[in-house]
């Protein structure tokens, strides 16, 4: 079983910047695909940020040059950096670690980031 613990959310202003902080625990995530989605009451969880095992990220378009994802194999750690912060980032914030052997997919519990125009 693996525990995901997100961190780092919070209230800022439009431009702002914040980093938002995954931790694991039971298991080294070296092995797993990890990924940001985010959620807004009503709508579905939108995909973010994934990076492989290899260290390859994608993003999707909204976050393009603004976000970065990043992860720290030996502390079990995956940050995302967001710059240049608007409104319509404001979500809950989730992490998520896709294992492929077995294939199973851990969330964490989600954190608040709301941006104020």
């Known amino acids: 079983q693996v525990q995901l613990v997100e961190s780092g959310g919070g209230l800022v202003q439009s431009g702002g910047s914040l980093t938002l902080s995954c931790a694991a625990s039971?298991?080294?995530?070296?092995?797993?695909?990890m990924r940001w989605y985010r959620q807004t009451s009503g709508k579905e969880r939108e995909l973010v940020a994934t990076?492989?095992?290899?260290?390859?990220?994608n993003y999707v378009d909204s976050v393009k040059g603004r976000f970065t994802i990043s992860r720290d194999n030996a502390k079990n750690t995956v940050d995302l950096q967001m710059n240049s912060l608007k409104p319509d980032d404001t979500a809950v914030y989730y992490c998520?670690?896709?294992?492929?052997?077995?294939?199973?997919?851990?969330w964490g519990q989600g954190t608040q980031v709301t941006v104020s125009s």
């Open positions: 039971g298991r080294p995530i070296i092995s797993a695909t």
């Open positions: 990076i492989t095992t290899g260290g390859i990220t």
């Open positions: 998520n670690a896709q294992f492929d052997w077995p294939r199973v997919n851990y």
